[in-house]
Each structure stands twice: as structure tokens, then as C-alpha cells.
């Protein structure tokens, strides 16, 4: 019998399929947004954040991951502090408008909640690694040079709350306390990113339309 191990093709474990999936994404991120040593510096620090946190996350840690050295950082960004804002910018720009530009463009209460929320879930779910780098570490730094991600967070709660009064206005939504919806809607949405693995039975998609639901739920929706 011909002895066929060695040709079969090693299969990932579930940890590195994840891994490698997530790695993509935030590489695919940055080639939208950067070129060059910027874009290998980016990616670096994305992840080095994402799996050590800001303190924890060396310029040398950055270097390594970028494959450069420390010096050749500093060429590019002042600071670890501005890598990280225009990790939080970029990303918050990113979800923000992964909740806010479909749901404007629905035409009533119940479709923008639905929409939004779908799609703000599916992408904490396929953009876990950069979500858990922007959303966790971000609530660090609250200093006036980060003013412009806080407004971005601010924006797309004002929109939440907006559509829940619209929609309890209109008869739609049966909310005491349309603020903790919104802060529930909004957190558990972001928390998918904590848990959400690449590979597993769920899509991002289908996890997406499970938490519209479930808005529809914490909404009062009849």
C-alpha cells in the first residue's frame, strides 16, 4: 500500500485560520487607506494593540511586526500615541459609518434600526481584530487630541437615540428608557468582536441580521 501521509495537505487549526483571516482583513484595511512603510507600520501597530494593548505595545513590538526598526518608525509617525489615533480615527470612521450609511438610507424607523444594526455587527464580526484594537483601548484616551474619534462615537449614538425616538414617535418602538437601549443596542454589537472567531458556523452576515433582531427586540418593535 503506498504510504500517502505526506502528500495530504495540513489543515489550520481553528486558532490559525482565525488568526490568519483577521490578519488579512487588517491588511486589507490599510491598503485602502495607506501606502509603503505607513501602511507596513499600520498593520503593525493595528495588531500589536489588538494583542497587547496600548501600554503594552512597544514602539521596538511595532518595529518587529512592521519589519523595520524602531528608527525607521519614528520617520514616519512622532509617536506611538499618534499611531494609535490614526488607528482610532481611520477605524472609528469605519464603524461609525458601517452603522449610520445604511441606515440612512432607509426610509422608516424599523428598516434604519435593522439595517444599522446588521451591518455594525458584521463588521465588528469580520474586522475583530482592528474592532478590539480601537474599542477597548481607545476609552483610555480622552484628551483633547482625540477629540475627533469622541466625536465620532458621539455621532453614531446621537443617530441610535435619533431613530428611537422616531420610532417611538411613530407608534413602532415601545421603550421606557430609550438611552439604555441604545447603550445595550450599540454594546452588544461591539462585543461581538470579543468572541467572534474566523471559520465558525456563523458568518459574519448571519451574525449581523441575529443582532438586528435582537435590536428589534431591546427596541420594543411590534
Not at 505595545?57 to 494609535?84: D, P
Not at 428611537?164 to 462585543?191: N, Q, Y
Request: hydrophobic content about 40%; overall charge negative.
Amino acid at each position: 500500500m503506498t504510504d500517502t501521509t505526506s502528500r495530504d495537505p495540513v489543515r489550520p487549526s481553528a486558532a490559525q485560520f482565525d488568526r490568519e483571516r483577521a490578519e488579512r482583513r487588517i491588511e486589507e484595511f490599510w491598503d485602502e487607506r495607506a501606502t509603503g512603510a505607513s501602511r507596513r507600520i499600520l498593520c503593525g501597530a493595528t495588531l500589536a494593540f489588538a494583542d497587547l494593548g496600548y501600554h503594552g505595545a512597544s514602539t521596538r513590538e511595532i518595529a518587529n511586526r512592521a519589519g523595520m526598526s524602531s528608527a525607521a518608525v519614528y520617520i514616519h509617525f512622532e509617536s506611538k500615541q499618534e499611531l494609535l489615533h490614526c488607528i482610532a480615527l481611520e477605524g472609528h470612521k469605519a464603524s461609525t459609518g458601517a452603522f449610520s450609511d445604511p441606515a440612512r438610507q432607509a426610509a422608516d424607523p424599523v428598516s434604519q434600526l435593522r439595517l444599522g444594526v446588521a451591518s455594525f455587527a458584521t463588521w465588528n464580526a469580520e474586522m475583530n481584530l482592528l474592532s478590539r484594537s480601537i474599542e477597548y483601548e481607545i476609552r483610555l484616551h480622552r484628551g483633547p487630541e482625540f477629540a475627533d474619534v469622541w466625536d465620532l462615537r458621539r455621532g453614531v449614538d446621537a443617530h441610535v437615540l435619533e431613530i428611537l425616538h422616531a420610532g417611538m414617535a411613530e407608534g413602532v418602538f415601545r421603550l421606557a428608557d430609550p438611552e439604555w437601549a441604545k447603550i445595550t443596542i450599540l454594546s452588544t454589537c461591539i462585543d461581538v468582536a470579543r468572541w467572534y472567531r474566523h471559520g465558525s458556523s456563523r458568518t459574519p452576515t448571519a451574525i449581523g441580521f441575529q443582532y438586528a433582531d435582537l435590536a428589534m427586540m431591546l427596541a420594543g418593535a411590534r
